[in-house]
T-cell receptor, first 109, second 117 residues
Framework: KQEVTQIPAALSVPEGENLVLNCSFT??????LQWFRQDPGKGLTSLLL?????REQTSGRLNASLDKSSGRSTLYIAASQPGDSATYLC????????FGTGTSLTVIP | GAVVSQHPSRVICKSGTSVKIECRSL??????MFWYRQFPKQSLMLMAT?????????EQGVEKDKFLINHASLTLSTLTVTSAHPEDSSFYIC?????????????FGEGSRLTVL
């Protein structure tokens, strides 16, 4: 069964710092990988979708990479802002979606 | 981007009553929608996969008679929590995948906070 792990579970950084969130998965046979953010008491907002044939995707200050062979993805956030504070989840898809447990990010002004 | 709307966002009910939560895909047709439950500080737990025009597929341990799912159209799925009890209090989230096959992007509703008194 696919297992998705996110490290660290929580991260606190000062504003302006660049940071990397990690996601690892045990089964490399995936269709795609998706990164989400979740604000407290809210649903999930899609950030980036990487198909299995792709290596990375970029949107604004966000860059996500995918290394399927090693079962890893990273989400890079440049010049972090307090508004980036949220929980970030990754999910991999085969026949169904498998979610990581999330990284809770706090950006300190 | 695509929008998935979920309603109501919050509901408080008395024990023993039934509560219906709606999930709509606003700008795309979704043959498949997913229902999740999320406990505080935990990740999403898939409850069931809702298929348009057919019965939902429930995950192991999820009571079919407790959580009724109906997917009557390509844009609407409903989750009914029947005879709700305080232990059913939770955050319920729906999602829909846009596109055919297994490569579609997943979009989520805003979630519904259910509190059973």
């Amino acid at each position: 069964k696919q297992e998705v792990t996110q490290i660290p579970a929580a991260l606190s950084v000062p504003e302006g710092e660049n940071l990397v969130l990690n996601c690892s998965f045990t089964d490399s046979a995936i269709y795609n990988l998706q990164w989400f953010r979740q604000d407290p008491g809210k649903g999930l907002t899609s950030l980036l979708l990487i198909q299995s044939s792709q290596r990375e995707q970029t949107s604004g200050r966000l860059n996500a990479s995918l290394d399927k062979s090693s079962g890893r993805s990273t989400l890079y956030i440049a010049a972090s802002q307090p508004g980036d504070s949220a929980t970030y989840l990754c999910a991999v898809r085969r026949n169904q979606f498998y979610f990581g447990t999330g990284t809770s990010l706090t950006v300190i002004p | 981007g695509a929008v998935v709307s979920q309603h109501p966002s919050r509901v408080i009910c008395k024990s023993g009553t039934s509560v219906k939560i709606e999930c709509r895909s606003l700008d795309f047709q979704a043959t498949t929608m997913f229902w999740y439950r999320q406990f505080p500080k935990q990740s999403l737990m898939l409850m069931a996969t809702s298929n348009e025009g057919s019965k939902a597929t429930y995950e192991q341990g999820v009571e079919k008679d407790k959580f009724l799912i109906n997917h009557a159209s390509l844009t609407l799925s409903t989750l009914t929590v029947t005879s709700a009890h305080p232990e059913d209090s939770s955050f319920y989230i729906c999602s829909a995948s846009r596109g055919q096959g297994g490569t579609g992007e997943l979009f989520f509703g805003e979630g519904s906070r259910l509190t059973v008194l």
